[in-house]
């Protein structure tokens, strides 16, 4: 635990722990640990979408972090199961009064796959390097670190602001200190972001980790990030097989903490939510994610073991602000007032999904039981289209194949339950189908083709900002909102309040503005996101977060 730490959120309450695993898998003869618990063998889990690589500064989606998180650690993590903080890379942590200069003191005896020592020096290497990355294409897709840090050395990408990491200074190989030019709401719980986790030095130099390239809306990325990633977790990297779908992860006999009892782990990627379900049937897999609501119930009967997570989450319907019509914002409010959210939930959502009103759950600080609420009301609507002379909108509406999401199962079903609410008000709907990653993604959050979009979020920490900054924080091209400075100066003050009294007013009130005078985008639901595995696996721990780690499964 770490020495000192400022205050947070009220926190999450531990969701139970999942003794689950797989039938049919091969065993070997190694046995540890003790108990009936089987070792050996593989385990592998259905991936709902091809993951972006295996760089974690350059990502910010699930499919990508899942194996990233079986390969790396982070200096903090979450609990098994909680959004409380624990000791990773680092055993305890401690601030200065005002909470700008962060003091580590790291594990000892830590190595990287590749054999090189993990130490101060690596953590500031690591810190160093994404502060002084280049290149406008780099910076752009560095998302996590971007709504975290602000800005760069150098800022070449759009949209990226003034830094808040000043510097870091290895006091001793076991002492690393990093210190902000500000105090951010997001600490410590940022350092628990699997998007800053800890690589390799030596790694990153060999393989050339800085090169990212942009070919028109598409981008590439070096050795190391697809095809030499090295952390110091419990599962090597061994290799990708992308005709084939499938990542493979080896067992990493010397990793500093619980070591996996799977000799193997296999992510297959299977895009399709029934193929995955049949998959799961056949044996061919032993766990699944997101699985459809209605087929929870009937593959609890057959003896698999469900378990929904807490919902720590948020659908939102996201505007363009690009489109002229989407600036005003009685526009905004009668699409808001199209939506039949709770209809939207009682035929698509699984099972305990709420209709949400803020971009946060309420179990976070600052949630505001007063916000302006928008009732479905299709004359509301309609009067207001009038009213803004938009009586004859016609909107490119963007959703995503290929995937399945936490907070949007079926983003197809979702699109299609919203466009007709919006064409019941006389809105000309185009709907849009790209896949997640190398078209969604880049299209809706580099691009700004879109002028709606269905997009959302599972939080990392329990904090508002990791919610409402990250989406509203700073002008970002998915909401083409750059020109909204009063709601980035309100967020930013809310987010270097230190006094918690405080923060939680001023959270609050952001949230009053974000409903009534702002509204970039239409909150949804909140959506408790289930996992599932064959009787036979144990050790699973199901988390709020999505932040399940596989070094404790076994099979058999």
Known sequence: MQASRLKTAVALAAAAALAVGASGCAKSDREEGGGDAKTGGTFVFAGAGNPKNFDPIFNDDGESFRPIRQMYDTLVQNKPGTADLQGAL????????????????????VKFHDGTDFNAAAVCFNFDRWFNMKGAAAQSQMIYYSDVFGGFAKNEAEGVGDPVYNKCEAKDDGTAVIAMNQYKGAFPGAFALTALSIASPEALKKYDADAVKQNGDS??????????????????FA?????KGEITLDRNPDY???????????????????????ELRAGTVQGIDFPAPADRKALSGEGYQVLDRPAFNILYLGFNQKNPKLKDLRVRQAIAHALNRQQLVQTKGPGGTKVADEFMPDTVLGYAQDVQKYDYNVDKAKQLLKEAGAENLTLNFYYPTDVSRPYMPNPQEIF???????????????????????????DVQQFGKHDLHILGWTGDYNDPGNFVGTFFGRGKVEFGDQAMTEMFEAITKADGTVDEAGKKAAWEQ???DIAAKWLPAVPVWHAPPAIVVTKDVKGLVASPLTDERFNTVSVG
Do not use: M
């Open 256 to 278: 500093w903490g619980e070591k996996a009892k799977v000799d193997k782990l296999v992510i297959k990627i299977i895009e399709d939510e029934n193929t995955r379900k049949q």
């Open 510 to 512: 952001v949230n009053r």
């Open 239 to 243: 290799g990708w097989d992308k005709a």
């Open 90 to 109: 680092a055993e305890s942590w401690e601030h200065d009064p005002e909470g700008k200069v962060w003091t580590f003191k790291l594990r000892k005896g």
């Open 219 to 236: 981008f590439e990325y070096s050795a190391f990030a697809n095809e030499h990633p090295v952390g110091t977790g419990p599962f090597k």
């Open 416 to 442: 299609t339950v919203l466009a007709n609410d919006l064409q019941a008000v006389g809105i000309k709907v185009n709907g849009v189908a790209r896949p997640w990653n190398g078209g969604y993604k880049d």
